[in-house]
């Protein structure tokens, strides 16, 4: 899959993150391997109780199955900022393949 896989753009830190209007990237290490990573995303609220999203906490785990994939787990609590949703509480799981 690697071999199929071609570069799009290629951005400093600092204009990713200005690009993607975020303060700051976590990058994690992998232990076993000590390869890094970081992952992206973006949250918000659909459907007939969507709000506008607030401040969100939680914490998250990894069990690495190889020294490229994992299974991933988080638990986080987001705060509703327009009154519709005052928090809304997420369990999430999936797989990461880190390259």
Not at 25 to 32: E, H, L, S, T
Not at 90 to 96: D, E, N, S
Request: proline share 2%; aromatic share 16%.
């Amino acid at each position: 899959m690697e071999a199929n896989l071609t570069f799009n753009e290629t951005l400093t830190v600092e204009q990713f993150k200005a690009q993607m209007n975020v303060s700051r990237i976590d990058v994690k290490q992998n232990p076993k391997t000590n390869k890094l990573f970081f992952t992206f995303g973006a949250k918000g609220w659909f459907g007939g109780d969507a709000a506008d999203v607030g401040p969100k906490s939680g914490f998250g785990f990894f069990y690495h199955l190889t020294d490229s994939l994992s299974l991933r787990f988080d638990a986080d609590a987001t705060l509703g900022l327009d009154g519709k949703q005052k928090m809304r509480y997420t369990l999430t799981g999936g797989v990461q393949w880190s390259f």
